[in-house]
């Protein structure tokens, strides 16, 4: 008898576009939510956006936090549960996504994605990052409701924040490597259509990485319009898998040994790089990663993330003990193989 089964958590509206933050009030009517909104933000984004945000509904409450923690997710609870919101807004970057995303979870209410920038595809996945002491946990949520993603905003944010969100993307291509080498020797589910997804998504930004231009808008639609796809792949095949192999191993080690020095997604991105070299050698895709990441200004080498040649090395050669993943680190790879490896790429 046939009786597996899935539950798959989609939002129900997403809106990308020029000037689509002020169809925020629209998009959450047609969700038909009851109760006030709790606005979920922080400082820049709030002096940014926070205004127009709140002349869109009645009678909003509003917390800022000033960093992605548990004691951050904790406040909102409270903040939420003292009046009673039948719904929260999160509007910045990952700080108020991720901490909203959690919030919400144990509040029992539905939140919605407002992203400031473009920077990770937890703006619409089912995952929550939240960073605490020397390392991060990633924690399953339900996705937003609804995203609404305003090009003219994510086209002013930092370009390295979009950068950090175009490598996060591009690290797609080894995430699906891991999960497909995971499939073969653990047995471990792999889901076809969210692989595909996930993997098309990376070629797309690699294809057109010339034309991810600073301060451009339509770049800010390809990158967050890409995000989004990463973010449903997580969501349908309900794991963290389709986005997250080996190189996400090496960035959190990094974040152990170097906390701070660089942002998520350029990390995975060198990681993808070196990751690449280690499933297929030299005559793999690792160049196209190295030339496409080169392209949108990402950095591709050690120096460029501001991490000493021997912390990636401690990295690459201890990242497997992060988690119980399989991927192609193994049960650890050699200092010399991450030597060669890391050396023939150019990373250090």
Not at 212 to 217: A, C, N, P, W
Not at 230 to 258: C, K, N, T, Y
Request: aromatic letters at 6%; charged letters at 20%.
């Amino acid at each position: 008898m046939f009786d597996k089964s899935t539950w798959i958590q989609l939002p129900r509206n997403v809106l990308v576009g020029h000037g689509v933050l002020d169809e925020l009030s629209a998009a959450v009517g047609e969700l038909y939510l009851s109760g006030r909104p709790l606005l979920v933000t922080s400082p820049t984004p709030n002096d940014i956006a926070g205004d127009r945000v709140r002349a869109q509904f009645d009678d909003p409450t509003t917390i800022t936090i000033s960093e992605a923690s548990f004691d951050s997710v904790e406040r909102v609870i409270e903040a939420g549960r003292e009046m009673d919101a039948g719904y929260l807004v999160a509007l910045g970057g990952g700080k108020a996504i991720d901490t909203a995303k959690m919030a919400s979870d144990s509040l029992d209410c539905g939140f919605i994605s407002v992203p400031t920038a473009a920077s990770h595809d937890g703006i619409v996945s089912g995952r929550s990052s939240i960073p605490e002491g020397d390392t991060r946990h990633s924690v399953a949520a339900d996705p937003p409701l609804a995203v609404v993603a305003d090009t003219e905003i994510l086209a002013d944010a930092p370009w390295e924040l979009t950068t950090a969100g175009c490598a996060d993307i591009i690290s797609n291509y080894t995430a699906v490597k891991d999960w497909q080498l995971a499939h073969r020797l653990k047995n471990v589910e792999y889901s076809e259509y969210s692989g595909a997804l996930s993997q098309m998504t990376a070629e797309m930004l690699v294809g057109n990485s010339d034309s991810i231009k600073k301060g451009l808008e339509e770049s800010a639609w390809v990158v967050v319009k890409a995000l989004v796809s990463s973010g449903v792949a997580m969501s349908i095949s309900g794991s963290s898998r389709p986005a997250s192999g080996a190189e996400h191993l090496f960035s959190h080690q990094l974040d152990r040994l170097v906390p701070g020095r660089a942002l998520h997604g350029h990390q995975v991105g060198v990681g993808s790089i070196v990751t690449e070299y280690l499933h297929s050698g030299e005559q793999g895709e690792w160049r196209d990663i190295r030339d496409a990441l080169d392209t949108m200004d990402a950095p591709t080498t050690a120096s460029e993330l501001g991490i000493s040649d021997e912390t990636v090395i401690e990295a690459l050669t201890t990242a497997h003990t992060i988690r119980d993943r399989y991927t192609i680190l193994g049960d650890g790879v050699s200092e010399e193989a991450a030597i060669e490896a890391a050396t023939f790429t150019g990373v250090i």
